[in-house]
């Protein structure tokens, strides 16, 4: 079974603060998927990373970059120079490889990111 | 681009009613899925279909079915509602069960009054 650890329920910085968010996950497969989506107070689910169990470079998307270790099974989301705009709640996700079936998505259970000015 | 559709965006209904919610996926997507997120609770994977046929299931209530139709759109079906049915649902679809990733609706806000 797979699961996903997000130990963090909330975080509070300061704006312009550096701000890494903590997901580390468990899964018997080689071949998944991790997922990052954000979730602001308007409440849908915004998009903002997949990888691969085969990919381990790390990532940077502007203020955004990610952390995959799968030694540590972690997928770690830092945010530099937080904006409150950030404030949201961040979830990490997994879905298994190709398994003959619709792979659903297993979510942690989020962290909460709330930047002040 | 065209998104997912879910619609209505927001519901209200009483306790022991129904509701049918509805997805309308990505065109060409085959896969769809249902995600169930309670307040201050993660989104919890309830079912799946895949080129019309039933794929997954999940923590899905035996009161809850769904279907997916000839034109890939899908229904939630809910019945004898309860005040803890309250939540958002969310619907995804994707191409081949997932392989190319997932993309969300902005999902049915439900109030069980």
């Known amino acids: 079974a797979q699961k996903v650890t997000q130990a963090q329920t909330e975080i509070s910085v300061v704006e312009k603060e550096d701000v890494t968010l903590d997901c580390v996950y468990e899964t018997r497969d080689t071949t998944y998927y991790l997922f990052w989506y954000k979730q602001p107070p308007s409440g849908e689910l915004v998009f903002l990373i997949r990888r691969n169990s085969f990919d381990e470079q790390n990532e940077i998307s502007g203020r955004y970059s990610w ?15 937080s904006q409150v705009v950030d404030s949201a709640v961040y979830f ?20 909460r990111l709330q930047v002040t000015l | 681009a065209a998104g997912v559709i879910q619609s209505p965006r927001h519901l209200i209904k009483e306790k022991r009613e129904t509701a049918t919610l509805k997805c309308y996926p990505i065109p060409r997507h085959d896969t769809v899925y249902w995600y169930q997120q309670g307040p ?14 039933q794929s997954d299931k999940g923590s899905i209530p035996d009161r809850f079915s769904a279907q997916q139709f000839s034109d890939y759109h899908s229904e939630l079906n809910m019945s004898s509602l309860e005040l803890g049915d309250s939540a958002l649902y969310f619907c995804a679809s994707s191409l081949r069960q997932g392989s190319y990733g997932y993309t969300f609706g902005s999902g049915t806000r439900l109030t069980v009054v």
Do not use: H, R, W
């Not at chain 2, 201050?40 to 046929?53: A, H, R, V």
């Open chain 1, 67 to 81: 952390n995959f270790q799968k030694s540590t099974s972690s997928f770690n989301f830092t945010i530099t120079a």
């Open chain 1, 92 to 111: 990490c996700a997994l879905s298994e490889g190709y398994t003959g079936t619709a792979s659903k998505l297993t979510f942690g259970t989020g962290t």
């Open chain 2, 40 to 53: 201050g609770q993660d989104p919890q994977f309830l079912i799946s279909f895949y080129e019309k046929m």
